[in-house]
């Protein structure tokens, strides 16, 4: 057995780690420096203005739509095949020891049930390392983990230092800098993951050799609002359908901003996490199935908290649209070496999750036209037909709710306007960090860990 002696100490990062921090993925590979044109950002809605002004350039566009469908039929298909048997759980003597990050930024409301969370994990006290990081300027929350964090057992703070970019991926790779586990976990401030995940995700990990990446399900525990609602529904379809198909027929697939563990060697072969990527967990996804490591999905749940303002919701959006544009531009600066890499199947799983799924969203007003002025047809008008079809058809099988049908227009609306917002923030400020708030929702109570 692999006994770590993890450090129980709190401390600053060095300069030199805060460095290596923010640029450990090679440039060619990272979004640091990228500037995006105001033309480039306006070449998505003039492509959607042409395929409903000019017949002949539908036909450009209906591949791409046909590509999105093609992925939401696969995943009908996979509801109805039998689940994917899951290793059995490892005995304590062959456990790997595991690191768990936990970035934290103005998020001192959620740090006891954090804590409690992670005091909840069935893992040996022993083969886990808990770093919690902390931004210097959080007063707040360095406050609040002076509290409730433990002291020993595993547990560590970071203080990461001021500097730019001030984002997620940043502050990971501080923690990553210290982590011993060859396993690592990043769980968010309100990550609430079932008990047995890390045995569960750690055995699918160790019992396949080339498996570098095991994700888990992310799901909401709470209600709200009608977007609230559309934000659970919409994990549902991604972590009850989507994700679990590619997994199935061995497709790379964009990661959870969460609850995904690696094997940290790979991790670091694939230079960390880029820093300035406002979809850190998209961009990851995309390098590591660059390299020919393999990801695999786990239906362990982490239960999350969904927006519950109309503001925090468009905010969270914008920010995860944007990242997507950002990785898609980044990764197709060398297409052809994309696609030799990644192979063809591959390489068109990945355009479905990215550019693919950023042009349906900006194509909901041009379907929405087609539709209320009865001019559906030509090859668009019926791959649009097939992709809404098959989305109502997914929200249908993953939820039973007629209510959670009914909205989706409303919702791919809101979408539309992140999506305008997205295009702004990848013109004129391609890392700021739309930081989502937590501890705002009522949620399920928790016991505290003692």
Known sequence: MNVIPFARHRATASAATAAWAAS???????????????LAALCLPLALGMAALVPWASYILAPA??????LRLAALVGLILPEVPEPPPLPDAHLPALTVLLPLYREAAVLPDLVAAMGALDYPRHLMQIIVLLEEGDAETRGAAGVHVPRGQGWQVIVVPVGKPQTKPRAVNVGLAAARGEVVVIYDGEDRPEVDQARRAVAALMADPGLAVVQCALACDHGGPWFTVGW???YAVLFGAILPVLSRLGLPFLFGGTSQFLRRDALMEAGAYCAHNTTEDADLAVRMARLGHRSAFIPSATFEEAPVTLRAFLHQRRR??????????VHLRNP???????GPAGSLALLAQLPVATLSTAAHPLGFALFTSGELHGALGAVLALGY???VALVWATSRSLWAVFMLPAYWCLHVAALVMALHDVVLCPQHWFKTSHGIAVRPAMKQAC
């Not at 590979?29 to 995006?36: E, F, I, Q």
């Open 336 to 342: 052809v070496e994309t696609w030799r890499q990644v």
């Open 24 to 38: 450990s993925v090679p440039a060619h590979l990272s979004a640091r420096g990228l500037k995006v044109p105001l």
């Open 232 to 234: 659970r529904t919409e």
């Open 320 to 329: 995860w649209i944007a990242g997507h544009i950002i990785t898609a531009l």
């Open 65 to 70: 739509f046909a590509l999105a469908a093609a």
């Open 389 to 391: 079809g098959a989305a």
